[in-house]
């Protein structure tokens, strides 16, 4: 990955009059614009005349010591899901071609906003944010870091929000997560991707897939760019991250699930990982995780997000599901077979999930498993149903874990320098989110070493 700034160095830089806001958002305008680069599929709409006036405008107020935060001025990207004041959501979707201009920010775009962020335009994802591949009929198919040239997926559903931190088009992105929709597209292309406890960031303005799985959360390039982002969204003050020390940390590895059929590299650079941790003196120990055996069954019918993705969908699928992704219609319409009876057992057995995973994991300080159990599939090897469908189910599993247990994750890149990308998550149960930014921040020096 080029050797972009991270957020706080941006942050310096802008203070120090090393740079303008002006300067920023013309770089990133210019890297969306190139035609040997990604940004006409990672990006729905580039909203330049409006970055620009707000990069001005935050210089100005910069200048006379007014700036809203230290972060003003510096340019990120949203995805396509959320509201815009002004702007048509169309949440990669034809469906919503003719919809009306959102009157309203959506929660967390108004909050980065009145922080100064400069939003520089929003981007490409999986349809209704409805895959972890990140594959869209619609407007294009980014490509991901690895091997470029061949091809290969950049992961979803925040697709787009990846490629624009990886190629410099955004210095963060802005994207949800009910699956692992951060953290996929955040492993597949070797930048962080975070998602936090799912109550911390409103979900107010965002187009939902399901109301009970979806959480608001930043990919960008470093633990502590996640921790900035998380913070504003989450409407806290943002300080400063103190890294944990490895030593002394203790980790559990759940054996269940989550380590079955790991493509090769991803299996050996977990375990280099591993190693690594134990050798700077963190305490390891593989665990039995029994409970994740049960949402298996719990999804079969498509479980939550068929659910909620069905009831919101049924009259716009009524009139317009003919332009739908074939891919993304079928995975809705799992949902119209679910009955009251089998939504509210979901609801319980999530309950008892959650509580029963909770008090197995007490003793640690975190989980650690390979964030996807795939590296990333090449985007002509998945034309058929069968080999997407196997690709998606291997690339959300581990991450799907996370959600149903309303947790919260980071993905942090775990492979070396050449390799293909490898995501090592470090996971928590609700509410440990700042547990886990400081568990990363003091990982993220030395597992890839």
């Not at 920010?105 to 400069?118: N, P, T, Y």
């Not at 700077?280 to 068929?306: C, V, Y």
Request: with cysteine.
């Amino acid at each position: 990955m080029p050797n972009f700034p991270t957020v706080a160095k941006l942050a310096d830089d802008l203070e120090s009059g090393r740079t303008t806001s002006r300067k920023l958002v013309e770089d990133c305008i210019a890297r969306i614009a190139d035609p040997a680069g990604e940004g006409p599929r990672a990006f729905i709409h580039v909203d330049k005349d409006a970055a620009l006036a707000t990069a001005d405008a935050m210089d100005a107020l910069r200048k006379a010591k007014a700036a809203p935060s230290r972060y003003a001025g510096i340019p990120i990207s949203i995805k396509d899901l959320f509201d815009i004041k002004g702007q048509t959501t169309r949440a990669g979707s034809r469906a919503l071609d003719d919809s009306d201009p959102a009157e309203h920010d959506a929660a967390a775009v108004g909050r980065l906003r009145s922080a100064g962020f400069v939003l520089i335009g929003r981007t490409n994802m999986t349809e209704f944010a409805y895959s972890g591949i990140g594959i869209n009929p619609h407007y294009g198919t980014p490509k991901g870091a690895w091997n470029r040239a061949a091809g290969h997926v950049p992961g979803g559903s925040s697709s787009g929000a990846a490629v624009s931190v990886l190629d410099g088009m955004a210095h963060g992105a802005l994207g949800t997560d009910t699956g692992g929709s951060c953290r996929i597209p955040a492993a597949y292309n070797g930048i962080v991707g975070y998602k936090p406890t799912q109550r911390r960031v409103p979900l107010d303005g965002a187009v939902p897939l399901s109301f009970s799985l979806d959480s608001i959360g930043p990919l960008a390039r470093s633990v502590s760019c996640c921790a900035i982002l998380d913070a504003v969204l989450a409407n806290e003050p943002v300080v400063a991250l103190k890294p944990r020390s490895v030593k002394g940390m203790r980790l559990a590895v759940p054996t269940t699930i989550a380590l079955d059929d790991l493509d090769g590299p991803v299996a050996a650079t977990f375990e280099r990982a591993l190693k690594t941790l134990a050798d700077h003196g963190a305490i390891i120990e593989r665990i039995e995780m029994a409970e994740f055996h049960d949402i298996g069954p719990m999804n079969a019918k498509g479980g939550f997000a068929a659910a909620e993705s069905f009831a919101w969908h049924r009259y716009l699928i009524t009139a317009k599901g003919d332009v739908y992704d074939p891919r993304v219609f079928m995975r809705i319409m799992r949902g119209e077979a679910q009955s009251a009876a089998d939504y509210i057992d979901l609801l319980n057995e999530r309950r008892s999930l959650i509580a029963r995973v909770n008090a197995r994991i007490a003793p640690y300080d975190a989980l650690v498993l390979p964030t996807t159990a795939n590296t990333p599939p090449k985007i002509a090897d998945l034309t058929e149903d069968k080999a997407f469908t196997t690709a998606n189910l291997r690339a959300l599993r581990n991450c799907t874990l996370i959600n149903m247990i309303d947790g919260c994750a980071i993905s942090l890149p775990a492979h070396r320098e050449g390799d293909v990308p490898v995501g090592l998550m470090l996971a928590g149960w609700g509410g440990s989110d700042r547990r886990i930014f400081e568990l990363a921040a003091g990982m993220e020096a030395v597992i890839r070493v």
